[in-house]
């Protein structure tokens, strides 16, 4: 039996209440039951012969209209209005993964090798924790080394060819006050989730400048939105990769006139990974954690794609990015909201 979290009640609403499919066909078979008088005793005849049911369906029927022509909007914009046709061949592509020895990175690199893609490198501190099928190919690298990430970046084009797809994927950095801090503990959070993707992404943009071809996608958060207590570092680096992919995009088409890369940012809600084993037992968040593969797959499939865009996971949370336009005392709501997620540090 399925467990009911927010990520699949979100599909699931999505699927019928937001789909105009579903509520114009239902808004149409309520019109013919009353005009031909065929209401019975039933309860989905009772249902949508009820006197609020038919405003009820009629905006959720237009919400859905709206929201799926707002979707294409996005699709048009995000991807420059160009090559929207260009078919990605997994056979030719070669990406590169950071954070790829373990957890969400561990199994986006495995999806990727499994869809055929020609090669998939993993740039980790760590070593695998699986066994890499033969397009898999493993680097130590330390990201919060410039001269390291560098020296890789030459490798890999040296022994393997040159990178098409980056996903940065590596992240660390929960749980510590401001004052628990530490300047360590700062700059490895910053290093790895802000400058890393600066400096990996770097390495290998020229050539896809280039040839106009690539994708580069960044695991940001819906932390890039809020910050609650206890996370400050973390959302911050978090917001600053969200930036760093903004900009990304207008400088390809602004500055190295190179529209036809694509550029993806990726925002999930909290995932049951060791990052997040400073949460609150206690706290309902664990309750509507993401599964690590949940993550994955959405990668994956915007990888497959060859299409830019801004994912939210759960898809329900995309109104998280109008947090910042809500007034202040909203604001301050919805952050005192999350006050008790994670496990109170006694270091202050």
């Known amino acids: 039996m399925s467990v009911l979290t927010v990520a699949n009640a979100a599909a699931f609403v999505n699927k019928t209440a937001f789909n105009p499919i579903v509520t114009g066909i239902l808004y149409l078979l309520r019109n013919y039951l009353l005009d031909h008088n065929k209401t019975s005793s039933s309860f989905l005849s009772n249902i949508l012969t009820n006197e609020h049911t038919g405003s009820t369906l009629y905006w959720l029927a237009l919400f859905g209209v709206v929201k799926y022509f707002n979707s294409w909007l996005n699709y048009f914009a995000l991807n420059n ?37 020609k090669k ?17 190919v493993f680097y130590k690298v330390d990201l919060t080394s410039g001269s ?11 022994e393997i060819g040159h990178v098409t797809i980056v996903i940065n994927n590596a992240g660390t950095g929960i749980g510590k006050t401001i004052l628990g801090s530490t300047e360590r503990t700062v700059k490895l959070t910053f290093n790895v989730n802000a400058v890393a993707p600066f400096l990996v992404t770097k390495a290998f943009l020229p050539h896809m400048i280039k040839t106009n071809h690539g994708h580069v996608l960044t695991i940001a958060s819906l932390a890039s939105f809020t910050t609650p207590a206890q996370m400050v570092d973390y959302c911050a680096s978090k917001a600053a990769a969200l930036v760093f992919s903004e900009g990304l995009s207008q400088e390809l088409k602004h500055r190295y006139g190179a529209p036809g890369i694509r550029n993806s940012v990726v925002h999930p809600m909290w995932v049951k990974t060791p990052l997040t084993q400073v949460f609150n037992s ?5 309750a509507n954690q993401l599964e690590p593969e949940d993550v994955a797959n959405a990668v994956i499939k915007q990888v497959l794609l060859g299409k830019s865009a801004q994912i939210c996971i759960p898809s329900s949370l995309g109104f998280s990015a109008l947090i910042r336009a809500l007034p202040n005392w909203i604001q301050e709501r919805i952050r005192d909201e999350q006050q008790d997620m994670i496990v109170v540090n006694k270091d202050f």
């Open 81 to 117: 209005y160009t090559n929207l046709t260009e078919q990605f061949i997994p056979s030719k592509e070669t990406a590169l993964v950071t954070g790829g020895a373990s957890g969400i990175g561990a199994l986006t690199v495995q999806g990727l090798a499994r869809a055929g893609l």
């Open 120 to 136: 998939v490198i993993v740039w980790d501190i760590q070593e695998l924790t699986y066994t890499p099928p033969p397009n898999v």
């Open 148 to 158: 390291e990430i560098d020296a890789a970046a030459e490798r890999v084009r040296s």
């Open 282 to 286: 206690l706290n309902h968040i664990l």
